[in-house]
């Protein structure tokens, strides 16, 4: 039990400087490549820890190693500007004046759902709130935001071209006049890329590949 003990207090003492010598991003927000990284170095930690016929040198190599790799790839991402790009990635800009960019969102497997749920995570609860939005390479989404947001909550109708039913009964329609809707705004519902309302009856609507518009709807719901 002793021996347990003082290997996993040497083990630990280890990842704790290994950490603190990698910097502030290995505790905070970290990048894909940084991410890998500290799940290596706690699965090797796990080994000798668990399994006392390792050797408790083997671990500490291990993990000295994988730092020694970070390390590496640090000086690297510092004297070769592209290996950031290779390594992390870079940002995705899903927001712009036009409205949003469905082939960035799908480059990063997301929906239109995902996006509102980030910008509502960042204080913007209209998808017009902000100019330009984005995810930098470490999943944080980022805007510059409007002077004066709207002030109301929105709910989406519709995502990808398919109506929200549950939503539309929030706003107190039906998934018919959406559909009568779009289309007399001579779109099709499945070609619209997003749709969302608020309790004012102000619509954010996007057909696919298009600006976005500012409109007006009826609604009847109460939200």
């Not at 930098?136 to 929105?154: H, I, Q």
Request: glycine fraction near 8%; charged fraction near 20%.
């Amino acid at each position: 039990m002793a021996l347990i003990f003082i290997r996993t207090a040497i083990i630990f003492f280890t990842l704790l400087l290994i950490m603190r010598l990698m910097g502030k991003s290995q505790i905070g927000e970290m990048q894909p490549f940084e991410l890998v990284i500290t799940l290596l170095i706690a699965e090797l930690a796990c080994i000798p820890m668990a399994d006392s016929s390792v050797p408790l040198l083997y671990g500490i190599i291990s993990i000295v190693a994988i730092f020694i790799l970070h390390q590496i790839v640090w000086l690297l991402d510092l004297w070769f500007k592209p290996m950031k790009t290779v390594v992390c990635g870079k940002p995705s800009l899903v927001i712009t004046k036009d409205g949003v960019d469905s082939y960035q969102l799908r480059k990063n497997n997301l929906d239109v759902a995902d996006l509102i749920e980030s910008m509502r995570g960042a204080g913007y609860f209209n998808l017009d709130d902000v100019y330009y939005g984005l995810y930098e390479s470490n999943g944080k989404f980022s805007a510059l935001a409007k002077e004066e947001p709207t002030p109301t909550l929105p709910v989406l109708l519709v995502d990808n071209g398919k109506a929200d039913e549950k939503n539309a009964k929030i706003a107190g329609v039906t998934v018919q006049s959406v559909k009568d809707f779009a289309e007399k705004q001579g779109v099709k519902l499945k070609n619209v890329l997003v749709m969302t309302v608020d309790g004012n009856g102000r619509v954010y609507f996007q057909p696919k590949g298009k600006p976005y518009k500012i409109l007006n709807m009826q609604v009847s719901g109460q939200w």
